[in-house]
């Protein structure tokens, strides 16, 4: 394979057809930052409107707010902006929680829906909250439910007459690994079991098509490729034909059928604001709906192209570049089958993503070994990789990372 340069990777951003979209950001200088599936970029239109609605909306209009300026409505309306990127229609996406909380709350509504069963599946590679929450679950319900965690590969043929619903991360948030929805759904379905899905890693950096597959339940994170900002709020998907029969096991009075008759017995919501439980975030909803925005007029198709160009452009970087440091591809170097990150092992994983981004290539390190660079294809440039592998060679040749100060270790990696 013919060696790449920089100016290779120039006349690509040149040909890029999302490049443009790289303004709707604020980027610092000095900064190449491979770590927007953990937080987001902060919007350019971020500041502005949240200085409107807290000074004249909040400041001037006061409790006003709620029907004046629709805050009530923010759960709804910013579910029907995620909706189109996930494949889903406006009506069975809510924003609302946290992730770890939507978890809870489906699957307890998906065994409720397959009640004669008790079995939760899973993988070994799934994120742990989602697996702490089906242990938590299954004492809470106390009623033999357990959870079974095979490995990724092993999902498929694990599917079976006892499993009441599969759980599971469609991009493995470690190596990038990605889970084939549309073959797995038609699988669970052939067998009665549920699907529930967590988009963290998958809504935004690429197409996803929860309603063609047949998936049943679905959540999402909101300060990942959605660019919410941090501990924005998450979303959920209930596929329609669930939204009346599934219940939820949080009876919120934002969930209730008439919550200003403040009636003492709980009566659910039609459809799915049933899913609802408290008063929603409003200022972090409007700095979620910011980030939504910036993906008006933007082709989800461009987008999945984009992100494993850059993601193959990194794996090839590293082989001409890094070979013999000590870096082995943690992530699958076929495109079909890895998200929109590429991830190293190495022995001195922590220590190594600490000298970059002391040197301004911001990525993460997650336990035991590994590095981990994520592309969002909305802001960043093919020379941004040429040159965060240039620092990564550096790093690695003069062996940075041995420097003692990158080897304390903080309370976030
Ligand atoms: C980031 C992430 C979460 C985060 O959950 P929170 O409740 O927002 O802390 C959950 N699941 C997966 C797969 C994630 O990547």
């Known amino acids: 394979m013919p060696t790449i340069d920089r100016a290779a990777c120039e006349a690509m951003d040149r040909d890029d057809p999302l490049a443009p979209a790289r303004v709707r950001f604020h980027l610092p200088d000095g900064v190449i930052y491979l770590d927007g599936n ?35 409505e923010l759960p709804r309306r910013l579910g029907a902006k995620i909706a189109p990127l996930v494949g889903a229609q406006a009506d069975e996406v809510l924003v609302c929680d946290s992730t770890s909380l939507n978890v809870f709350k489906l699957l307890s509504a998906a065994l409720s829906a397959n009640p004669q069963r008790r079995l939760i599946l899973s993988d070994s590679g799934n994120f742990p909250t989602d697996l702490y929450m089906a242990q938590g679950l299954a004492a809470l319900l106390g009623r033999d439910h357990r959870l079974e965690l095979v490995p990724p590969e092993g999902v498929m043929e694990r599917l079976a007459e006892d499993v009441a619903v599969v759980m599971l991360t469609e991009v493995d948030y470690r190596t990038g690994r990605r889970h084939d929805m549309a073959a797995i759904n038609e699988r669970a379905r052939s067998h009665g079991v549920l699907t529930l ?135 699958p170097p076929a495109g079909a089958a890895r998200g ?62 041995r420097r003692p100060e990158f080897h304390q270790r903080a309370a976030v990696t």
């Open 38 to 72: 953990s937080l987001g970029a902060l919007p350019r239109a971020t500041p502005e409107r949240l200085a409107r609605l807290v000074t004249r909306e909040w400041g001037d209009d006061l409790i006003t707010g709620w029907n004046k300026h629709g805050w009530v």
């Open 197 to 331: 899905w967590d988009l963290a890693h998958s809504a935004g950096a690429m197409p996803v098509e929860l309603d063609r597959t047949g998936a049943d339940f679905a959540v999402g994170c909101g300060y990942k490729y959605l660019n919410g900002g941090p501990g924005a709020p998450a979303f959920l998907f209930v596929a329609r034909h669930w939204q009346d029969r599934a219940q939820q096991p949080l009876f919120g009075w934002f969930g209730h059928a008439r919550p200003f008759d403040f009636d003492t017995s709980y009566a659910p919501r039609d459809g799915i604001d049933r899913f609802q439980v408290g008063t929603p975030p409003v200022i972090s909803m409007a700095a979620l709906e910011c980030g939504l925005d910036t993906f008006a007029g933007i082709d989800l198709q461009q987008v999945r192209a984009k992100s494993l160009a850059l993601g193959d452009l990194m794996i090839r970087l590293v082989e001409q570049q890094c070979a013999g440091f000590g870096l082995s591809l943690a992530s």
């Open 340 to 401: 929109s990150q590429v991830s190293y092992a190495h022995g001195h994983g922590y220590a190594v993503m600490q000298a970059l981004i002391a040197r301004g290539v911001i990525g993460d390190f997650r336990a035991p070994d590994l590095l981990r660079f994520g592309f969002t294809p909305l802001y960043l440039r093919f020379a941004d990789i040429w040159d965060a592998v240039a620092v990564l060679r550096t790093v690695l040749m003069q062996e940075e990372w």
